[in-house]
């Protein structure tokens, strides 16, 4: 596609719930990114990968957080046991290239909804 | 470690007219980029502009220019004849030169809101 994409748009579900969001990034893009903004707050890294690889997963908030990427594209970030204080938008990232000069494409995010 | 602060929740500006926002940001690196994002409500973050702190020159894109002072740490954004479709949340955005992950730090935006 032309930009990334990322699926759900909206999402709602229960407490104590698993949830998948997805994420494609722009074709050819080896780095991914995944941020977590909540409101009032600006963007918070969650995890970045190279390839199929993490070698950042540092933002992760807890063990219940889990990020893979197959095949150098699709991401896939699930959480576990959802509680209400993972409500926030989910917005993945894509660059060619892992640099700081290769700038960042993002997607229009998932908004989680823990009710 | 790195920060990056927006003092201004929200600002107003009448259309056409001229707006600053505000950014300070505090690194002990010498090498680094700034950015400003813009958010619209369709959520998806666009890059207005970009500058590199070993560039003394500030930066324009159009009618969007930044104030860099580096020795004061500060990353202003001007936006000039601002029109409805400025209307958004920006935010301050910093990532280390050379750093093993091109990790954005953002500050927790600004909203602008562009008045008729």
């Known amino acids: 596609g032309a930009g990334v994409s990322q699926s759900p748009s909206n999402k709602v579900t229960e407490k104590g719930k698993d949830v998948e969001l997805r994420c494609d990034p722009i074709s050819g893009h080896t780095a991914l990114y995944w941020y977590r903004q909540s409101l009032g707050q600006g963007l918070e890294f969650l995890i970045y990968f190279q390839g199929n690889s993490a070698p950042d997963k540092s933002g992760l908030p807890s063990d219940r957080f889990s990020a893979e990427r197959t095949g150098g594209s699709v991401s896939t970030l699930t959480i576990q046991r959802t509680q209400q204080e993972d409500s926030a938008v989910y917005l993945c990232?894509?660059?060619?290239?892992?640099?700081?000069?290769?700038?960042?494409?993002f997607g229009n995010g998932t908004r989680l909804t823990v009710t | 470690a790195q920060t990056v602060t927006q003092s201004q929740p929200e600002m107003s500006v009448q259309e056409a007219e001229t707006v600053t926002l505000s950014c300070t940001y505090d690194t002990s690196e010498s090498d680094y980029y700034l950015f400003w994002y813009k958010q619209p409500p369709s959520r998806q973050m666009i890059l207005v502009i970009r500058?590199?702190?070993?560039?003394?020159q500030n930066a324009t894109e159009n009618r969007f220019s930044v104030n860099f002072q580096k020795a004061a740490k500060s990353f202003s954004l001007k936006i000039s004849d601002s029109q409805l479709g400025d209307a958004a949340m920006y935010f301050c955005a910093y990532v280390e030169y050379g750093g093993a992950t091109n990790k954005l730090i953002f500050g927790t935006g600004t909203l602008l809101a562009v008045q008729p």
């Open positions: 990232a894509s660059s060619l290239v892992g640099t700081e000069a290769s700038p960042l494409h």
């Open positions: 500058q590199e702190a070993y560039k003394q």
